[in-house]
């Protein structure tokens, strides 16, 4: 893993700027510091030994870090826009148990994918005191968002 380089993936750089995955300050440390030019033996240092290598690996499996030279695939408009929506909508109305709603929210690759979070997010927000009148609305919202992008 030493000589291995990473660079932050479409969703890695969101991440950077709005926060929204509850990364703790070492996940994100070195988020921030895989740039697509400093092996992972930059991180060496700053980390207790063992610990570089599993934050790469939880980044790698959250889809926020790829290998240098392998780009990720930009996400559709449709797709950003209605994953832009839940999440506002989780934020809101969850507070903080947005999330692991949120995390699911993010994982999502493509539009079938989102679709299968629908339901959990959909019941987050029936349970929760600010987002139970509001959900049914937020949900045929996002299915609306959805429909544009899914063949028929």
């Known amino acids: 893993m030493s000589t291995d380089v990473y660079t932050k993936t479409e969703k890695g750089r969101a991440e950077v700027a709005q926060r929204s995955l509850g990364l703790n300050s070492r996940q994100r440390a070195v988020l921030i ?9 930059a991180l060496e240092g700053l980390l207790p030994a063992g610990q570089a290598a599993a934050i790469v690996g939880e980044l ?27 999440i506002e909508t989780a934020q809101s109305c969850l507070g903080l148990l947005a999330a692991e709603v949120v995390r699911r929210i993010e994982r999502a690759a493509d539009e079938q994918e989102l ?23 937020h949900v045929e919202r996002v299915k609306e968002i959805l429909a544009k992008a899914l063949p028929a």
Do not use: F, N, T, Y
């Open 60 to 86: 790698l499996e959250m889809a926020l870090i790829a290998p240098a030279g392998v780009a990720s695939p930009p996400l559709s408009p449709v797709l950003s826009r209605a994953k832009a929506e839940m």
């Open 33 to 41: 510091l895989l740039d697509g030019r400093k092996p992972c033996s």
């Open 115 to 137: 679709l299968g979070v629908v339901g959990h997010w959909h019941m987050a927000l029936q349970a929760s005191k600010r987002g139970r009148d509001l959900a049914h609305a």
